[in-house]
T-cell receptor, first 115, second 117 residues
Framework: AQKVTQAQTEISVVEKEDVTLDCVYETRDTTYYLFWYKQPPSGELVFLIR??????QNEISGRYSWNFQKSTSSFNFTITASQVVDSAVYFC????????????FGTGTRLQVFP | NAGVTQTPKFRVLKTGQSMTLLCAQD?????MYWYRQDPGMGLRLIHYSVGEGTTAKGEVPDGYNVSRLKKQNFLLGLESAAPSQTSVYFC????????????????FGAGSRLTVL
C-alpha cells in the first residue's frame, strides 16, 4: 500500500535561514509520481512540483529545490533564504502508476518563518 | 476563470441532519476529488470520480455519498451527519489521473468548513 510520511509536524525558522522539509514514501510500484503542495494561511492548496520515479535529477526553481533519492525513498524539499511569505503547510503526496486515479497525501509540515 | 468553486464555505449542522456540498469546476477536467482535512491527519481522500457518471471510494468513504451527474459538478452528501464529520472539506480536479504530464496536478477549491454539533 502507498504511504507518505512527513515526520516534521512543525518547523520554525528566522527569515533568510535555509530549511528542509522531509518526505519519506512507501510504494510497491516501480513507477510512481511524487508531489509537493503548499497550503498558505488562506487555505487553498497550490501545486508546486511533480516528479516521476524515473527522474532522479534534483530540481531547482528559484529558492526552492527538491532532492529525490530512490535509495532512501525520500523526496525532500529545501527552501533557501526563507521568507515570511513561505509560511504555510506543505504536503508531500504520492500516486502509483497502477492507480494514478488516487493521490495520497502525507500529514503535512507547518513552516513558520519569523521576521 | 473561476477554477474550482465550493459551496457553501461554512456550515453548522446538528447530529443527524443531512446536507450536500457542491463542487463546480470550469476547466473541463475529467477527474474530481473530495478530500477532508483534519488536524494531524493531513488530507484524506473520501471519494473521487474519473468522469461523468462514475464515482469511486477513497480512503475514508464511510458516511458520505457522491454523485457526478455533470462533468463540471461533483456533489458530496452527508445523509446523517455525525460529530466525527466535523472537518474542512476540499474539492479538487485534474484533467487526468493517468501518467500524462498533468496527471494528479490538482486544482483545489478554497475549502468548506463543516461543524457538526
Amino acid at each position: 500500500a502507498q504511504k507518505v510520511t512527513q515526520a516534521q509536524t512543525e518547523i520554525s525558522v528566522v527569515e533568510k535561514e535555509d530549511v528542509t522539509l522531509d518526505c519519506v514514501y512507501e510504494t510497491r510500484d516501480t513507477t510512481y509520481y511524487l508531489f509537493w503542495y503548499k497550503q498558505p494561511p488562506s487555505g487553498e492548496l497550490v501545486f508546486l512540483i511533480r516528479r516521476n520515479s524515473f527522474d532522479e535529477q534534483n530540481e531547482i526553481s528559484g529558492r526552492y529545490s527538491w532532492n529525490f533519492q530512490k535509495s532512501t525513498s525520500s523526496f525532500n524539499f529545501t527552501i533557501t533564504a526563507s521568507q515570511v511569505v513561505d509560511s504555510a503547510v506543505y504536503f508531500c503526496a504520492l500516486s502509483e502508476a497502477r492507480n494514478t486515479d488516487k493521490l495520497i497525501f502525507g500529514t503535512g509540515t507547518r513552516l513558520q518563518v519569523f521576521p | 476563470n473561476a477554477g474550482v468553486t465550493q459551496t457553501p464555505k461554512f456550515r453548522v449542522l446538528k447530529t443527524g441532519q443531512s446536507m450536500t456540498l457542491l463542487c463546480a469546476q470550469d476547466m473541463n477536467h475529467e477527474y474530481m476529488y473530495w478530500y477532508r482535512q483534519d488536524p494531524g491527519m493531513g488530507l484524506r481522500l473520501i471519494h473521487y470520480s474519473v468522469g461523468e457518471g462514475t464515482t469511486a471510494k477513497g480512503e475514508v468513504p464511510d458516511g458520505y455519498n457522491v454523485s457526478r451527474l455533470k462533468k463540471q459538478n461533483f456533489l458530496l452528501g452527508l445523509e446523517s451527519a455525525a460529530p466525527s464529520q466535523t472537518s474542512v472539506y476540499f474539492c479538487a480536479s485534474s484533467y487526468s489521473g493517468q501518467g500524462g504530464s498533468g496527471a494528479n496536478v490538482l486544482t483545489f477549491g478554497a475549502g468548506s468548513r463543516l461543524t457538526v454539533l
